[in-house]
């Protein structure tokens, strides 16, 4: 396997969450993209998009993630923004630069899942309860799914469809990503 270790999917994937607890297993760095976007940039990702726009955030994404890549440590975990797989070559950027996870739900569990996030920092769900997230989201994730489903492994969310959520899923998340990672360079 080849390293970093990119983590994909859509809002509400446990990106950031996985991908800390799997980087404090594996002793190796982390790396959240919308928190060094902010960095670098002096605005939150969503702030950027009210100020900015989508066309120009998508622009400046790309180079976050590329710039970083650059930097000469390959032990890290970066948590990717929710859309950067599916814009441009990037899908192809992560590939090479690394190896990708799709971490996949069922629309209806992500919508559970945001609806008890802070939403203020996702102005269009910001006030929905998790059934208008679920028409919200829908037809966006059926879009992105092409793209999130070229990474090199997917992994399913232990949740099964008609059970409710309790709340262990990224742990288990987390380890089973721990397992694959350590089996594959035995
Ligand atoms: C976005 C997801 C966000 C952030 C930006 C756009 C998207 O990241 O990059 O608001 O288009 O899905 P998270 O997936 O980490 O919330």
């Known amino acids: 396997m080849t390293y970093p270790i990119y983590l994909i999917g859509y809002m509400g994937a446990g990106k950031t969450t996985v991908g800390r607890l799997l980087a404090d297993r594996?002793?190796?760095?982390?790396?959240?993209?919308?928190?060094?976007?902010?960095?670098?940039?002096?605005?939150?990702?969503?702030?950027?998009?009210?100020?900015?726009?989508i066309e120009e955030f998508r622009r400046k994404e790309k180079y976050v993630l590329e710039d970083l890549a650059e930097l000469p440590i390959e032990k890290v975990v970066y948590a990717t923004g929710g859309g950067y797989p599916c814009y441009?070559?990037?899908?192809?950027?992560?590939?090479?630069?690394?190896?990708s996870f799709y971490l996949r739900w069922q629309p209806r569990h992500l919508a559970?899942?945001?609806?008890?996030?802070?939403?203020?920092?996702?102005?269009?769900?910001?006030?929905?309860?998790?059934?208008?997230i679920l028409d919200m989201i829908t037809p966006q994730l059926m879009a992105r799914i092409p793209y999130y489903e070229q990474a090199d492994y997917i992994i399913d969310a232990?949740?099964?469809?008609?059970?409710?959520?309790?709340?262990?899923?990224?742990?288990?998340?987390?380890?089973?990503?721990y397992n694959q990672i350590m089996n594959d360079d035995d």
């Open 26 to 53: 594996l002793g190796w760095h982390f790396v959240d993209l919308d928190d060094a976007f902010h960095e670098i940039h002096g605005l939150s990702p969503a702030d950027y998009i009210r100020t900015y726009g």
């Open 158 to 177: 232990p949740a099964a469809p008609d059970m409710p959520l309790d709340g262990s899923e990224d742990e288990q998340i987390a380890e089973l990503l």
């Open 112 to 132: 559970e899942r945001l609806a008890l996030t802070d939403l203020n920092e996702r102005p269009l769900l910001h006030g929905k309860d998790a059934s208008e």
């Open 88 to 99: 441009e070559d990037n899908m192809d950027c992560l590939k090479e630069l690394g190896t």
